[in-house]
């Protein structure tokens, strides 16, 4: 059902370079990873918390609750399923930044699709192994609003075009991609009228045996691309340094979908299925990056980049404003004048290969 992105041979070099070849991951190597991931945390006999053990998990995990949130204060973690009924009404307004991304070769041609979601007035995520290169960007375009209402009709669908021209960041290792969305639709709908998710970084977002709610694009039926949402009865398995194991329902077209707690708080973003390794046919679990980890790469990267690009993290990760700050206070005894500084949409992102030919399904499940 998944299939990973083949790279295109080029018969007139004998080697393609390791660095293009790098900028490509398959679908069959990330679910290999998320397998064995699964199978070492399930052979692995679970340590019961302390009582001290549970109230500093207590007390991290209420630091994302409203204090006005009552319910929340006061339920079990992950053994009550009582919310109150603005958890549907968050979920909805979180659902609007989510976009179906129709990922097109250099023909025009579509070639697959997958999920992603706004992250600043100006940026989006995805999975690298949908978008893993500035040429595969350049084509795509991001579909908001592809949905349907309460009479299932499709509304009005807003197609954005991207501009990794002007940022684009990747992590093959993390499976993420960053990148610039235009401006204007292709309609001409303005994208500052589409929310977008603020991303939070402290840990204690998500536990071990807590719900998750997956907001998603999952191709083929029922929905067939339709924007859909698996909601709570999805368990978290394992947390696995910079994974989260989950037990939720998605579909080809899902990946890069964001992975919410019951704060509609993301904490990872989806990438994978596991497989049963038993049945390669069935799936016996999830997994996403932690947006935490993902955090801690843009952190790096921003100490590196320029000034532009940093303005554009700082619409990111918020936090990033006070590190810009504190760097400013002291100087800066490793880089002299007049030295080039590091700009992360650089052409180290390109992948070189001709996408045109190309066939891939853009997915987990």
Known sequence: MLTGIPVKKNENKEQESKEQADSFVTIEEIEEQAQKRFLEASSKQKRKLSQKDSEIVMMARKEFIDPRDQINLRRPIGKNDLLPISYLQT???MSESVCRIVVKDSAGNKVGTGTGFLVSPE???????????????????AEFNYQHDENFVTGPVYRFSLNPDKFFMTNKGLDFTLVSVNPTSQSGENLKGIPHIELKTQPGAILEEESVSIIQHPAGPPTNGLKSITVREN??????????????????????????????????????????PNDKHSWIANEGIRISSIAAFVKNEYQKANEETQDILEGIFKELKELRKNEQEKPDENVTKGE????????????GYDPVGLHYILDSD
Do not use: E, M
Request: no cysteine; proline share 4%; net charge negative.
């Open 91 to 93: 979920g909805l307004r």
């Open 123 to 141: 940026v989006l995520i995805t999975n690298n192994h949908v978008l893993p290169s500035i040429d595969f960007a350049t084509n795509s375009v």
């Open 235 to 276: 368990q978290v398995r394992f947390l696995i340094d910079d994974f989260i194991q989950y037990t939720t329902d998605t579909n080809p077209g899902s990946s890069g979908s964001p992975v919410f707690n019951d704060q509609w708080i993301v904490v990872a973003l989806h990438h994978s299925g596991v497989r049963d």
């Open 340 to 351: 080039n500084v590091y700009q992360v949409k650089a052409d180290q992102y390109r992948d």
